[in-house]
């Protein structure tokens, strides 16, 4: 499975981003992780395909929002009231079996996107 994220860029604190990522496979769910300057991975939110099933971090909950389009075989997330710790590289991943929020259980992953939040 290949995946194809897209979307980032700069914003102001505030403000909005919708991302995509499409995949080039089925798979049972697809997931958004973030990766900041010096510091690790971390799990954003997933959704499984079949179902519409969703889960999110603590720190992105009531302001990050994913969805899907099964026909497109792509996922988005949009990023509302964006704040300058959301700045990081987002990635997307695809998870064979089930909704996952280890990086770990994920199979496949996508390059990277810049999103950049100023204050």
């Known amino acids: 499975v290949q995946l194809q994220a897209c979307g980032g860029g700069l914003v102001q604190a505030r403000g909005s981003l919708r991302l995509s990522c499409a995949a080039s496979g089925r798979a049972a769910a697809l997931g958004w992780f973030r990766q900041a300057p010096g510091k690790e991975r971390e799990f954003v939110g997933a959704i499984t395909m079949r179902g519409g099933s969703t889960v999110y971090a603590n720190s992105v909950k009531g302001r990050f929002t994913i969805s899907r389009d099964n026909a497109k075989i792509t996922v988005y997330l949009q990023m509302n009231s964006l704040k300058p710790e959301d700045t990081a590289v987002y990635y997307c991943?695809?998870?064979?079996?089930?909704?996952?929020?280890?990086?770990?259980?994920?199979?496949?992953w996508g390059q990277g996107t810049q999103v950049t939040v100023s204050s």
């Open positions: 991943a695809a998870h064979l079996l089930r909704l996952g929020v280890n990086s770990y259980d994920y199979n496949y």
